[in-house]
Nanobody, 121 residues
Framework: QVQLVESGGGLVQPGGSLRLSCAAS????????MGWYRQAPGKERELVGT???????NYAESVKGRFTISRDNAKNTIVLQMNSLKPEDTAVYYC???????????????WGQGTLVTVSS
């Protein structure tokens, strides 16, 4: 069993910053790509950005230059640093990871439970 647990969501004013964290635990051999997604009310879940095990990142155009993703492979964690937040960033944010488990020996796509970010004055 593998779990991803997010933390750090909350209410922030426009222009402010928030830092989300996500930690993986359980029977893990290794983790390949990790990422953040978000789902705003009434909308489809969308990609925020991803990071490979080597540290290469990819971001949605809407967050480029404002959001930064990093990870600690030794601790199986991923962080989303969000700056210059806008009301349209309001959403539930989910972390995702491709986790290699021992039984069965294959990669599983694992999702966190989500954390709410509200950007409002």
């Amino acid at each position: 069993q593998v779990q991803l647990v997010e933390s750090g969501g909350g209410l922030v004013q426009p222009g402010g910053s928030l830092r989300l964290s996500c930690a993986a635990s359980g029977r893990i051999i290794s983790i390949s790509d990790m990422g953040w997604y978000r789902q705003a009310p009434g909308k489809e879940r969308e990609l925020v950005g991803t990071i490979t095990s080597g540290g290469s990142t990819n971001y949605a155009e809407s967050v480029k230059g404002r959001f930064t993703i990093s990870r600690d492979n030794a601790k199986n964690t991923i962080v989303l640093q969000m700056n210059s937040l806008k009301p349209e960033d309001t959403a539930v944010y989910y972390c995702n990871a491709a986790v290699l488990t021992p039984t069965p020996y294959r990669y599983l796509a694992v999702w966190g439970q989500g954390t709410l970010v509200t950007v409002s004055s």
